[in-house]
């Protein structure tokens, strides 16, 4: 299941934060319309007609803040248009009710937006007031949404200030409004300035509007950083050395001489059996390797303070009050003095 929920802005970037935070929310591009009257651009070059009704893209919606909602939907609502309707003037279009406009009988052809409105869900009686509002300026947005999501998309759009197009319409029938009229001239574009102009500061309607004044201060700290240092290494390496030392050698060496004398007493002792044994020596070079400390390197941190200037900039606002006389309506009657946004209408 799913409701129909609408909402009507005066403010067009309003219409455009609605969008965007839908498509956030998860509510299918193809299920949000969009439709803005866009008869007070600034050209009459670049005013709508029927040759150009397949316009489509930011050129298609420029002046009255259209040109910004344009840039900011263009890739989250399919089929945006730009044509002619009558009793509106030249709008733009985009979505579900886009469709309903340019096809299937409905549309600028038959002057049917009243069908459109509610062939994409709209109570008959609340597009009557939707149309007026779209030809007074307003810009309107329509959702099909599922009914998990259709109190948060209600929220979304009362959060962006929804007109009560209920009230709305009671004001208009105090100036004389039957009702929504497909042969009514569509308004100029003073007339259409003129009434987003009487809707413009609902909060000061009501008797008060604050202006927020911003002022940006700067607080300088400090932090440390690295920017360069010491690295100390160390390893061992090898190198030769040569020392010269004396060394002491044996040989033995045997000699034989021959003799002829008496055997005496030394002889006869050794006129016997046995073995005896001699041994050479020789000398080698011994080394033992002492360390010592020849060196120390000593890495010391000298710290010395310094004062830099810190060169910013900051931003305030600046408020400029000009005193300026609004034109009243062309059609007389009470002005309006407050607005309330309600819950947009569902089915």
Do not use: C
Request: net charge negative; no cysteine; hydrophobic share 40%.
């Amino acid at each position: 299941m799913s409701k129909t929920i609408v909402g009507m802005f005066d403010d067009a970037s309003e219409a455009r934060s609605v969008v965007e935070e839908l498509t956030r929310l998860g509510v299918a591009r193809d299920q949000i319309s969009l439709m803005a009257n866009r008869g007070d651009t600034s050209a009459d070059s670049d005013r709508v007609s029927s040759t150009d009704a397949n316009t489509t893209g930011e050129d298609a919606m420029s002046g009255a803040g259209i040109g910004a909602v344009a840039g900011g939907i263009g890739g989250l609502i399919v089929g945006l248009v730009a044509l002619p309707i009558p009793g509106l003037g030249p709008v733009i279009a985009a979505g579900p009710l886009a469709a309903a406009l340019t096809g299937a009988g409905i549309g600028a052809v038959t002057g049917g937006v009243i069908g459109a409105l509610t062939h994409v869900g709209v109570p008959e009686e609340h597009a009557q007031h939707y149309a007026e509002g779209v030809r007074r300026g307003g810009t309107l947005v329509t959702v099909n949404s599922p009914d998990d999501l259709a109190t948060r998309v209600s929220a979304v759009m009362n959060s962006h200030h929804a007109v009560d197009v209920g009230e709305r319409a009671a004001k208009w029938r105090e100036t004389g409004w039957k009702g929504f009229d497909a042969k009514a001239p569509a308004l100029s574009a003073d007339e259409l300035r003129r009434e987003r102009a009487l809707y413009s500061n609902r909060d000061l309607n009501q008797g008060r509007v604050a202006i927020p004044v911003v002022e940006e201060s700067i607080a300088v700290g400090k932090r440390e950083v690295e920017r360069g240092g010491v690295k100390v290494s160390s390893r061992v390496v090898e190198s030769p050395v040569e020392q010269q030392v004396s060394l002491r050698d044996e040989h033995l060496k045997v000699e034989r001489h021959a003799v002829d004398r008496p055997l005496g007493a030394a002889d006869r002792a050794a006129f016997r059996e046995g073995t005896m044994e001699f041994k050479e020596t020789v000398e080698e070079p011994v080394v033992a390797k002492t360390a010592r400390v020849v060196e120390e390197v000593v890495v010391n941190k000298d710290v010395t303070q310094r004062t830099q200037t810190v060169r910013d900039t900051v931003k305030k606002t600046e408020v400029k009050v000009e005193q300026e006389a609004l034109e009243r309506l062309s059609q007389p009657g009470p002005e309006r003095t407050s607005q309330t946004p309600i819950t947009p209408s569902r089915r």
